[in-house]
């Protein structure tokens, strides 16, 4: 892992109303007034290189992180030093969010590719919100979506096998990919497959194995990091078993 301190600060600053992941971060719904609002908050983007850390486990909490550009990865490190992935993160989404309850980071976070996020002190960002009701129910309906979002990782890793589990992660990259205005049966995987693997309780053999029994299936064609979904419907009935949604 790189170790960088990685922070470089883009002056620059960017208008929440002009940007292309408006209707999927913390803004949504807001008031053109509101928003003007909001973007006081922001002082400036942060860019931050591949593989570098925006926050580590134990650092203060002082700002959450809507992610404008590139992807991320959670993670936080087993007694004997195993990375166990706990998300990924692309444009739209929250960072920083494990912080709230403790004012201490408990995981890691890193840039799978150079990345650029819009960071929000967060006690400016409470003492706003109690000013504006409506960012306080967006607020909210983030802290709930990742609530739902753990409770799907554990139907996933307790209901599903190693096939069924590659599968719904990969419709889950699709439909995510799919409402940022991206294509849904061609993207790249930005994660490696030991990274899968960590996230999805998965051995990288057997992560292997899953990746060539979806292509011998004609579900899949994953080159490289290259993925080419070839049969949508298949993907979802493979999967069609499990009682609820593949993750969001």
Avoid: W
């Avoid at 600053?13 to 928003?35: F, H, R, T």
């Avoid at 692309?90 to 590719?113: K, R, V, W």
């Avoid at 909210?140 to 599968?167: C, F, P, Q, T």
Wanted: aromatic fraction near 4%.
């Amino acid at each position: 892992m790189s170790e960088t301190r990685p922070l470089e600060s883009h002056h620059l600053k960017s208008a929440c109303s002009n940007c292309s992941v408006l209707e999927l971060c913390l803004p949504l719904g807001l008031s053109d007034q509101e928003i003007e609002r909001l973007d006081t908050l922001i002082v400036q983007r942060v860019k931050v290189k591949k593989g570098a850390a925006l926050y580590r486990t134990d650092d203060p909490l002082r700002s959450l992180y809507a992610v404008r550009i590139g992807s991320f990865k959670t993670s936080v490190l087993s007694i004997d030093g195993r990375e166990q992935v706990t998300g990924f993160q692309m444009p739209g989404e929250m960072l920083g969010l494990d912080a709230i309850s403790s004012d201490l980071h408990t995981c890691n976070a890193f840039a799978l590719e150079d990345s650029e996020v819009c960071p929000i002190h967060y006690a400016h960002l409470e003492k706003l919100s109690r000013e504006l009701p409506s960012l306080q129910h967006n607020l909210n309906k983030i802290l709930s979506r990742e609530i739902v979002r753990d409770h799907d990782m554990l139907m996933l890793l307790g209901n599903m096998n190693s096939d069924e589990r590659l599968a719904a992660f990969l419709l889950n990259l699709s439909q995510r990919l799919s409402m940022r205005g991206y294509s849904s049966k061609n993207f790249v995987l930005k994660m490696r497959r030991e990274e899968i693997g960590s996230y999805l309780g998965l051995r990288l053999e057997t992560v292997c194995r899953g990746i060539a029994h979806l292509r011998d299936q004609e579900l899949v064609e994953i080159t490289g990091r290259d993925v080419r979904i070839r049969n949508m419907e298949g993907l979802k009935q493979l999967i069609s078993g499990c009682h609820r949604p593949p993750l969001c």
